[in-house]
């Protein structure tokens, strides 16, 4: 990166430091992110950044003009959300609140956006609008999705929008992406058959019998991936749950049984088929049998799918800091997901993978684990990839 950049951000880097650490010993979960906002909020005014508070709950905005006219405006994105795991680190900085850490690095998220806010306020030698998105809740619970549906591209306009995840096992000083599915779609969905029941010696000729479809249903539920799916596809359906039958009677036919999936895809018309196809076998395989079946498909994360142009974008500010032989930008498709994805859907953008370093034994903590930790060597790195990108859209 420019190296008056670097050298401004590395005067930074201890107060950076410090505000990971506190984000870090007070972690919260998603939409309950009241105190980590508040930080960012009075982080952000101090520095005269415009804020927005509350939007999903929790969510923040901070909006920096540049010094120079312009009509242009982007949005960089972090998220604020801790997760219900219990800290083991040791780290003097560790976890202060039983059960919960951030053991996703969303901490680290945080603190870099805010390096970048912090600089940029101090050199608004830009033109056109920068929106800095801190999102509650990405773990689970889309507060992605609730930031897009309350209006947050309306009320902060933007040409293109970007993310940014932390990876362990990637080394530091690596950035990674892709253009097009990067990261899968996921999504799960209940399956209720139900028939009359009945006395499984006595009057088995005489009932429905939910079990009879539920049987048909575990096998045909992997012929979609073999016999729907296009063979050059990605596709996973599996099931997590099945349950039946009162107090464990073996004579009793039940008159109703559960079936749990998740399913995940990296293409819209992958998802949709999966979609379409578990409910027209779960119907007619009940049909078929004298039973019905309830569905019930619940589309969670999108797959996160990255712009052709703003990945193009996000490569030259990851190579003006490492250097373009540090930046991978082809990286395969991950089997994670992530509610970004709802912003990509709303704008075009693109998703950056920041390596967060590998032990000289190749291992690593991986994320939601209860020994993982971001690195604190990533914080000015980070905040300089997104100045760079603020050169390249506006600069
Ligand atoms: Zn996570
Ligand atoms: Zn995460």
């Not at 996703?104 to 609008?129: V, W």
């Not at 293109?160 to 990876?167: F, P």
């Not at 703003?310 to 991978?328: E, F, K, R, Y």
């Not at 970004?340 to 370093?357: H, K, T």
Request: glycine fraction near 12%; aromatic fraction near 8%; proline fraction near 6%.
């Amino acid at each position: 990166m420019d190296s008056a950049v670097a050298e401004e951000l590395k005067r930074y880097e201890p107060e950076l430091i410090a505000i990971r650490h506190d984000i870090h010993r007070h972690p919260e979960v998603g939409f309950e992110e009241a105190r980590t906002a508040k930080l960012v909020a009075d982080r952000l005014r101090g520095w005269g950044v415009e804020v927005t508070e509350g939007i999903a709950k929790t969510g923040v905005v901070g909006t920096l003009r540049g010094k120079r006219p312009g009509q242009r405006a982007i949005g960089l994105r972090a998220d604020l959300d801790a997760l219900h795991i219990g800290e083991k680190t040791g780290r003097e900085y560790a976890s202060q609140v039983p059960g919960k850490m951030h053991a996703c690095g969303h901490d680290g998220h945080t603190t870099m956006l805010l390096g970048a806010a912090r600089y940029l306020a101090e050199h608004p030698d830009f033109s056109g609008a920068v929106h800095f998105i801190f999102q509650p809740a990405e773990e689970g619970l889309g507060g992605g999705r609730a930031m897009v549906e309350e209006g947050l591209f309306d009320r902060f306009p933007v040409d293109a929008v970007y993310g940014m995840h932390n990876m362990p096992g990637l080394p530091v000083g690596k950035f990674a992406t892709r253009t097009g599915p990067f990261l899968a779609a996921s999504d799960s969905w209940t399956v209720t058959f139900r028939g009359s029941g009945g006395h499984g010696g006595a009057g088995a000729h005489l009932a429905t019998d939910p079990t009879i479809p539920l049987g048909h249903f575990v096998l045909a539920l992997q012929a979609i991936i073999g016999r729907n799916v296009p063979a050059i596809e990605t596709a996973v359906a599996s099931i997590g749950h099945i349950a039946g039958g009162d107090f464990g009677s073996p004579n009793i036919i039940p008159s109703e049984i559960v079936v749990r999936g998740t399913s995940r895809s990296y293409k819209p018309a992958i998802r949709d088929l999966l979609q379409k196809r578990i409910a027209e076998l779960a119907h007619s395989l009940a049909g078929a049998y004298g039973c019905t079946a309830d569905v019930d498909y619940d589309r969670r994360y999108p797959p996160l799918v990255t712009h052709a142009e703003q990945t193009a974008i996000s490569l030259a500010a990851a190579s003006a800091v490492v250097g373009a032989a540090n930046v991978i930008a082809d990286a395969p498709p991950k089997t994670g997901s992530e509610d970004f994805s709802f912003m990509l859907e709303a704008r075009p953008g693109g998703f950056m993978i920041i390596g967060n370093g590998v032990e000289p034994d190749g291992s690593f903590h991986n994320l939601h684990t209860p020994l993982y930790d971001f690195n604190d060597e990533i914080l000015t790195l980070g905040a300089g990839y997104w100045v760079s990108l603020v050169q390249q859209e506006l600069g």
